[in-house]
């Protein structure tokens, strides 16, 4: 990209701020810092290691309006129940909250502002990794922060489920936020999920940050279902505290190019995360999943385990690191990655990385990237399965591994259909 | 039922096949034996319609159909069943599924409703217990983890449950202890039926003491050099396939 469009194109996202600045009030100062910062790393350059395969050019050429803030009912789209207690993000924007049960609250960020949270807490720039730009651009932009408290010991019997829209005619851009805290000895379950329609080219630009406070155990479920023609950059900043667990999934489906860093810190001893994840980018999506684990304390535990299938012209990119600090004694961190291609034209960088600086540690990773096994495809068919049956039962076969860990029966049926549904359209016309 | 006329087979630039000629009626049970490389695997893979062999020349009609123009799929959907030398394992796609989508496609093929869940599990526990396999094989992936002996017995239980019109058996017996041998022949033994024929590939007699032939192929280099009935194939074992192919160049 010339010097002359990319100007043009942080003049647009100038434009955008100068308007959200004038109803910023009291956090003009922070947003306007966040967003100088932005503007100082600019779009990432071709030879940036972070961007390595995923190019953002379409992204920097488009022009984005700042989404309405508005309440209409008329873009809240339809979308499924995951869990009776829900909340609702329209481009941005907090519309809709049902009942939430005891020991679960969640506020906007005005509400938090006014209940005395410091701004430095609510609205922090994640600093580091390819997406600081982007952390600092959704600060400067950012309509509503979402604050979720889990208190201390509760177990809300319900998760929540956090949907995330995008939706509307326009070409516009929205950069929610979300904050999640699960104190002390707490146990919550929070769907994350990403959804939207196909109406416009739309820039979703997410950031969540995830505190799990000493012996709690917090479950993510992450449906990423944006609109076939979105944008999304969405970043996760979790830091686990002492014997506290992260358990995450990931279910990767859409977008037309999405992009999830995931960082996470042990940051106590003892504390431990499991990261299991599924991208399927068929058609001409482009997924890029960046997970990173930080293993910053002694007998802390990291298991990552993402699949991903490619189709078409889609294209997959997973990048896998885990960095075991000199603090961090008798640490074990392994990670796999596998990934499947089911047609020619499709393609999956993988990059596993593992960094270790202290000496007494398990670690281990793998990452293969195949097709579909000719003999079993043979097998299946020789039995009368038809080739699309055989090959759809192969490719469930491959993600089952994944899918099978989903402990959420909604969750895991919500992946499921899209899923079938996806399956079924692409094997349609076998390779 | 199988007519094979002048056959001829390669795997790249190599002719494995040189001119197989083989009829089969309903009701019979052939055994092709031949040394290691005659080319019986091949015969069994071609007619399966397993990729990676060129066929040349030749023509192979399966109740009047041109059976080597046809997808494997469809010719097991017309009652062709192949038991693979290695049955191969398929993590995540459990036997239970397996059975029940193959049963239902060749089913469908006939005309046939789908079974239901019910009568599904009932088919199958019987078709279990004649080859002594515990249900919880059910459950678990295809052939997965299997020893050599239960992949074996898997291969028989799935051709018992589909009822094939002609059952091609790949080596079946190799590599079985003889108490499983006994289970697999016991279970092939059942399917013999007056509108069935059976294709035993085998390299050893020992299968046919305990699966009766009624005619007896010696395959070598890629041609049936000579048939006979069952007496042909304790011959064999006596006088080994040297004695054969020399009667063939002789003669």
């Not at chain 1, 100088?36 to 940036?48: H, I, T």
């Not at chain 2, 080859?131 to 919880?136: L, P, R, T």
């Amino acid at each position: 990209m010339n010097a002359a469009l990319a100007e043009e194109s942080l003049a647009s996202y100038g434009v955008a701020f100068e308007s959200a600045r004038a109803v910023a009030g009291e956090t003009e100062a922070v947003r306007s810092q966040a967003f100088a910062r932005f503007a100082e790393l600019g779009f990432p350059a071709a030879r940036d290691e972070a961007w390595k395969y995923t190019s953002l050019r379409r992204l920097e050429s488009r022009r984005f309006q700042a989404a309405r803030r508005s309440a209409d009912a008329s873009d809240r789209p339809d979308v499924a129940a995951l869990s009776p207690c829900r909340v609702m993000l329209v481009n941005g924007t907090v519309v809709d909250r049902s009942a939430l049960p005891s020991g679960l609250r969640v506020r906007t960020l005005d509400e938090a502002l006014r209940d005395g949270e410091p701004q430095s807490a609510l609205l922090r720039v994640a600093t580091g990794g390819g997406t600081e730009r982007f952390a600092a651009l959704n600060v400067a932009l950012c309509a509503d922060t979402v604050v979720v408290d889990i208190d201390e010991r509760a177990a809300p019997e319900h998760p929540l489920h956090l949907v995330l829209v995008s939706a509307g005619a326009e070409a516009h851009m929205a950069h929610p936020r979300v904050l999640i805290r699960a104190a002390r000895g707490s146990t919550a379950g929070i769907v994350l999920h990403h959804a939207g329609d196909d109406g416009a080219e739309r820039f979703v630009n997410s950031f969540v940050e995830v505190e799990v406070a000493t012996e709690a155990t917090l479950r993510l479920y992450r449906l990423q279902a944006a609109g076939t023609r979105s944008f999304l950059i969405e970043r996760i900043e979790a830091t686990v505290g002492a014997r506290a667990s992260l358990l995450m999934h990931d279910a990767a489906l859409d977008a037309s190019l999405s992009r999830l860093d995931l960082n996470v810190r042990l940051a106590a001893p003892g504390a431990a995360t499991e990261l299991s994840g599924l991208f399927l980018a068929d058609g001409a999506r482009h997924l890029d999943s960046h997970v990173r684990v930080d293993h910053l304390a002694p007998d802390t535990t990291s298991l990552v385990d993402y699949r991903g299938v490619a189709a078409g012209r889609g294209r997959g990119v997973f990048n896998g690191k885990a960095v075991v600090h000199v603090d961090a004694q008798r640490s074990n961190a392994r990670q796999t990655n596998r990934n499947l291609l089911l047609t020619p034209g499709a393609e999956i960088d993988s990059k596993p990385e593992l960094e270790i600086y202290a000496d007494d540690v398990k670690c281990s990773h793998g990452s293969t990237t195949g097709q579909l096994d000719p003999a079993a495809l043979f097998y299946l068919r020789s039995r009368g399965l038809g080739e699309r049956e055989a090959r759809s039962a192969l490719t469930r076969a491959f993600a089952g591994a994944v899918l099978s860990r989903m402990d959420l029966a909604p969750y895991a049926a919500a992946v499921h259909a899209v899923l079938d549904e996806r399956l079924n359209r692409l094997l349609e016309t076998p390779a | 039922m199988l007519s094979i006329r002048d056959l001829h087979a390669r795997i790249g630039a190599r002719n494995i096949l040189k001119g197989v000629d083989l009829e089969v009626r309903p009701g019979e049970v052939h055994a092709i034996m031949g040394p290691n490389g005659s080319g019986k695997s091949t015969l069994a893979s071609v007619l399966a319609g397993r990729a990676g062999y060129e066929v040349t020349h030749g023509t192979v009609e399966y109740l009047g159909l041109d059976l080597l123009a046809m997808e494997p799929e469809e010719r097991a959907r017309a009652g062709v069943f192949l038991a693979f030398q290695y049955p191969v394992e398929i993590p995540g796609v459990n036997n239970a599924y397996l059975l029940k989508a193959a049963l239902n496609a060749i089913r469908r093929q006939r005309g046939e409703p789908e079974v239901d869940a019910f009568d599904f599990l009932s088919l199958i526990r019987d078709k279990m217990k004649l080859m002594q396999m515990d249900e919880s094989f059910l459950s678990r992936g295809v052939n997965e983890g299997f020893s050599g002996g239960e992949k074996k017995r898997n291969e028989i239980l799935q051709m018992a449950v589909l009822e094939p019109k002609l059952a091609l058996l790949d080596e079946t017996d190799s590599g079985l202890d003889i108490d499983a041998l006994r289970v697999v022949a016991n279970g092939v033994n059942s399917l013999r039926a007056p509108d069935r024929a059976i294709v035993l590939v085998t390299h050893y007699q020992r299968l046919l003491d305990y699966i009766e032939p009624d005619v007896v192929h010696v395959l070598s280099d890629g041609r049936i050099l000579r048939s006979g009935d069952k007496s042909l194939a304790l011959e064999l074992e006596k006088r080994g396939y040297d004695w054969v192919r020399q009667e063939a160049a002789v003669a």
